[in-house]
C-alpha cells in the first residue's frame, strides 16, 4: 500500500516497566551503600549511635535521680556541646591536616573511654552529680574534634554525586537508632538499671573502630590537606572556614537558619525528660516512647530526602525549618489537651516534629558540604557544628530555665517561635537577592 511502511520498518519502543520508576528511587535511596568503606563505615555508626542514644538516655534519667531541678539537665547539655562553641575551628582544622579516618580512631576511642568512666561510677553506686558533669564535658572536648571530622570524612568515601545520598543516610540511620536506643533504654532502666546502658555503649564504639581499621585506604576519594602551619598562619588557616561561610551567600543565608534553629530548635535532649515527667506524669518507660515517636518521624524524614537526585533548594530550605517551628511550638497545646488523650497526640506531635527536624538537619548539611572546596570542608563543617551544635548549650540553659521558672509547654514556645522566625526572614533575603542585578546588568 502507498504511503504506508512496512510493518518491519515501524520502529517499536519496548513496553514500558511499571517498575522501574521504584527501581530507580531504591537505586538513590542506596546509592552510597554502593561503596565499600561508607558500608562499613555506615554500619559502625549504626551501632554506636544506638549506643549513644542508649547512654543519653540514660544518663538523662540519672541526673533527673539525682537532682530535681531541670537547669542540671540544661547543665548537662551545656557542658557536652559548649566546647564546640569555642574549638570547633581547631578541630576542623585538624580534620583538614590530619587523616581522617585515624582522627576518628582516636576520638571513637576516647569516647568509649568514657562511657566506660560512667558504668563504673554507676555500677559502684559511686556516682555523684559532678561526675557526670565533668564526664559530660571531657566528651564535649572529644565531640569538638569528632564531630567535624565525622561530617568532613563523608565525602572521602562517595564521590560528589553519591554526597546528598549519603548525608541522607547518615541522618537515616541516626534516626534508626533514635527509634531503637530511647526505646530499648527506657525498658531497660526499668527492668535492670541504668549502668548496664553505660557498658553497652562503651562496646558499640568497638563496631566503629573495627569499620575504619577494615578500610580500603587506597579508595577513599583523594582530599588536598592544608600545609603545617604556626602561629598567626595557623590562626588564619582556621578561620578560613568562617571567611568561606560570610563570602558565600547561599551559605551565608543556609546559616543564619541553622544558628537559629541550634540554639532554640534542637533542645529535646532537655524538653523530652521534662515532658515525660512534668508534662504527662509519667516514667521512663514513657520517655522511651516520646524518644522513640521522634526518631520514627525523623527516620521518615531522612528515608524521603534519600530519594532526591538533586541538590536541596533554597525553598525546601525554608519549608521545612518554618514548619519545624510550627510543629514545635505546637506541642505546647498539648498541656490544655485531657489527659485520657495526652500521650497519642503528643507522640503524633513529635513524630511530625522529628520529620522535619531530621529533613532539614540533612539538607542543610548537604546544601554546605557541596557548597565548600573539599580542601577547606573540615573547617567550613567545623563553623557548621560549631553554630548547629556548638550553641546548643545556650538552648539548653535557656529552655530549661524557662521550664524551672514558667512551665515545660512554654519551653516549647521558647523553642519554636524563633525556627518560624528565621525561615521567615531567609526567604526574605534569598527572594531579595534572586530580585537583585547581576554583575554587569543596569540597576
Known sequence: MLGLPHRAQVPHAPPPDPAAPGRAARGRMSSALRYRNYRLFWTGQLISVTGTFMQSTAQQWLVLTLSSNPLDLGIVGALQFGPLLVLAPFGGAIADRLSRRRVLMLTQASAGILASALFLLTATHLVQIWHVFLLALLLGFVNAVDMPTRQAFVSEMVPPKSLL?????????????????????????????IPILFLLNALSYVAVIVGLILMRPADLMPVPRSAATHGIARLRAIGEGAGFVLRTPIVAITFIMVTVVGIFGFNFNVLLPLEATRGLHAGSAIFGLLSSAMGVGALSGALLLARRASAPTNRLLVGMALSFGILETSIALTGWVPAAIALPITMALFATTGFFMSSFSAAANTRVQLSSPPELRGRVMSVYMMVFAGTTPIGNLLVSGVAGAVGVSFSFIVGGVPCILAALVSAALWRRRARAPHPGQPH
Open 165 to 193: 545520598n549519603a548525608v541522607s543516610l547518615n541522618s537515616a540511620q541516626f534516626n534508626a537508632s533514635r527509634i531503637v536506643g530511647p526505646g530499648v533504654a527506657g525498658a531497660m532502666i526499668a527492668l535492670l538499671g
